[in-house]
């Protein structure tokens, strides 16, 4: 009887373990089966992100492009044979209480085909990616130059006048050109072989435009070449790659692609001269608020400050030093910065949701008239910005607790708290809304 007992209860504990065994690996492939599941699901969502290496709007792209196609169809065989391999191993072999099977310790004919087949394969792939990362280097057919320059949290661009007196290859339709100063949309035209040339000013950044070409580490102290180009005029967008402060999250970049004659209309734009706006409007009074307040760090060029300082003119030109007031020594221009779309780092779309959407979704024919008419009144995304003037370091990380940072001698870290009042506001916006 206590034998019987006995073997009874072993029994039942064999088969508590088995139930126990297979729960657990039918809990497995469920999780597996979920997972799989939402990484279709995710990938279905990104078809149509902006942000999409699937979707290559340019050369370098396209080379990328036709590069992972190859490289995440072989992976996925492979992804497939082992989970397959795993799925049978799992249901076949598992414990059911008989002998340990034979092992293969030792076999040397099956050790060298495991690792001759993943040879091959990286071998298969290795030969046309180093191909293709040697063709995304070369910059010898580029026709513009345009330097870049990261900075916690913003990009800065800066078009470079060439010897024959031309930016990107095209002239001025009136006066002498002169160099472009931007932030947070660099501007390209269509069919044009753009050179970036990257550095940064703190910390390492990295640029990445997926649609346009892959990414581009910006090294303080060196600088780096990406090669920009796209024959379909629209915007593209990208953001920092590489981990670099509070706010990496909200440094973000797009490209505008313009058709040659937009390209043309963008460049008269930014080379026009300053005109303050009429005398006894709001966007008059927001002129001396600008002046008084943002010009310390921000410029606008050809503004003038109408009190004078020497005895040969009633005006002079309102110079900006943030190397005296920021640490990082810079700050974005704001010359036409309503043409822009976006502001701070372009974490903030300047124009309301509809109005975005009409400009982005807008075909290459019809894009170039709706960016170049800037940021009206109406499509102005007012919260957002107003958000930005009360109190920028709340809207987007600067700085954390001071004593845990090097010393700065006073100066600040990103846009500072600046306690501007309502009127304050409503002036700034006044006048900004004329910078386009």
Same mark, same amino acid.
């Given at each position: =009887?206590?034998?019987?007992?006995?073997?009874?209860?072993?029994?039942?504990?064999?088969?508590?373990?088995?139930?126990?065994?297979? @729960?657990s690996?039918?809990s497995?492939?469920?999780?597996?089966?979920?997972a799989?599941?939402?990484?279709i699901?995710?990938?279905?969502?990104?078809?149509?992100?902006?942000?999409? !290496?699937?979707?290559?709007?340019? &050369?370098n792209?396209?080379?990328?492009h036709?590069?992972?196609?190859?490289?995440?169809?072989?992976?996925?065989?492979?992804?497939v044979?082992?989970?397959?391999?795993?799925?049978?191993?799992?249901?076949?072999?598992?414990?059911?209480? #008989?002998?340990?099977?034979?092992?293969?310790?030792?076999?040397?004919?099956?050790?060298y085909?495991?690792?001759a087949?993943?040879?091959?394969?990286?071998?298969?792939?290795?030969?046309?990616?180093?191909?293709?990362?040697?063709?995304? *280097?070369? !910059?010898?057919?580029?026709?513009?130059?345009i330097? /870049?320059?990261?900075?916690?949290?913003?990009?800065e661009?800066?078009?470079?006048?060439?010897?024959?007196?031309?930016?990107?290859?095209?002239?001025? +339709?009136?006066?002498e050109?002169?160099?472009?100063?931007?932030?947070?949309?660099?501007?390209?035209?269509?069919?044009?072989?753009?050179?970036?040339?990257?550095?940064s000013?703190?910390?390492?950044?990295?640029?990445?435009?997926?649609?346009?070409?892959?990414?581009?580490?910006m /090294?303080?102290?060196?600088?780096?070449?990406?090669r920009?180009? @796209?024959?379909?005029?629209?915007?593209?967008?990208g953001?920092?790659?590489?981990?670099?402060?509070?706010?990496? *999250?909200? =440094?973000?970049?797009?490209?505008?692609?313009?058709?040659?004659?937009?390209?043309?209309?963008?460049?008269?734009?930014?080379?026009?001269?300053?005109?303050?706006?009429? &005398?006894?409007?709001l *966007?008059?009074?927001?002129?001396?608020?600008?002046?008084? #307040?943002?010009?310390?760090?921000?410029? /606008?060029?050809?503004? /003038?400050?109408?009190?004078g $300082?020497?005895?040969? @003119?009633?005006? $002079?030109?309102?110079?900006s030093?943030p190397?005296?007031?920021?640490?990082?020594?810079?700050?974005?221009?704001?010359?036409?910065?309503?043409?822009?779309?976006?502001?701070?780092?372009?974490?903030?779309?300047?124009?309301?949701?509809?109005?975005r &959407?009409?400009?982005?979704?807008?075909?290459p024919?019809?894009f170039?008239?709706?960016?170049?008419?800037?940021?009206?009144?109406?499509?102005?995304?007012?919260?957002?910005?107003?958000?930005?003037l009360?109190?920028?370091?709340?809207?987007?990380?600067?700085?954390?607790? *001071?004593?845990?940072?090097?010393?700065?001698?006073?100066?600040?870290?990103? =846009?500072?708290?600046?306690?501007? +009042?309502?009127?304050?506001?409503? #002036?700034?916006?006044?006048?900004?809304?004329?910078?386009?």
């Amino acid at each position: =009887m206590s034998h019987s007992h006995e073997d009874h209860e072993r029994t039942m504990s064999t088969d508590v373990r088995t139930t126990r065994r297979l @729960s657990s690996v039918r809990s497995s492939l469920t999780t597996a089966g979920l997972a799989v599941t939402a990484m279709i699901g995710l990938s279905a969502c990104a078809s149509n992100a902006p942000q999409d !290496t699937w979707q290559p709007a340019g &050369e370098n792209a396209q080379k990328i492009h036709d590069l992972q196609w190859p490289v995440f169809t072989v992976a996925g065989i492979v992804g497939v044979i082992v989970l397959v391999f795993i799925g049978v191993i799992v249901f076949r072999f598992r414990d059911k209480g #008989q002998a340990i099977p034979e092992q293969t310790h030792g076999k040397a004919w099956l050790e060298y085909l495991f690792i001759a087949i993943p040879a091959v394969i990286l071998a298969a792939i290795a030969i046309p990616t180093v191909g293709v990362v040697l063709a995304l *280097a070369e !910059t010898d057919d580029t026709e513009c130059i345009i330097n /870049v320059t990261g900075q916690q949290w913003w990009w800065e661009y800066d078009y470079e006048v060439e010897p024959d007196g031309s930016i990107c290859g095209f002239a001025p +339709s009136a006066g002498e050109a002169s160099p472009i100063i931007t932030s947070g949309q660099v501007v390209i035209p269509a069919g044009t072989n753009v050179l970036l040339r990257g550095t940064s000013r703190d910390v390492i950044h990295s640029y990445w435009i997926p649609r346009l070409n892959g990414k581009r580490d910006m /090294v303080p102290g060196r600088v780096h070449y990406l090669r920009l180009q @796209s024959d379909t005029p629209g915007i593209y967008a990208g953001q920092c790659t590489e981990f670099c402060g509070l706010s990496h *999250a909200n =440094m973000r970049m797009e490209t505008v692609v313009l058709a040659p004659a937009d390209f043309q209309r963008w460049l008269d734009n930014e080379l026009e001269p300053y005109k303050s706006p009429a &005398e006894g409007t709001l *966007a008059k009074e927001g002129e001396a608020t600008y002046i008084t #307040q943002c010009a310390r760090c921000h410029q /606008v060029n050809g503004l /003038v400050d109408d009190k004078g $300082t020497d005895d040969t @003119s009633d005006d $002079t030109v309102v110079v900006s030093y943030p190397d005296q007031f920021v640490f990082s020594g810079a700050a974005p221009n704001l010359t036409n910065l309503m043409g822009r779309n976006t502001f701070a780092g372009a974490s903030w779309d300047l124009l309301t949701p509809e109005c975005r &959407e009409d400009v982005w979704e807008a075909s290459p024919e019809e894009f170039g008239e709706k960016y170049l008419a800037g940021v009206t009144e109406d499509c102005l995304n007012d919260i957002d910005l107003r958000e930005w003037l009360r109190n920028a370091p709340a809207k987007k990380p600067m700085y954390a607790d *001071a004593e845990l940072l090097e010393p700065t001698d006073g100066k600040t870290r990103g =846009m500072p708290y600046l306690a501007l +009042s309502e009127d304050q506001i409503d #002036q700034l916006i006044a006048y900004l809304l004329e910078r386009k």
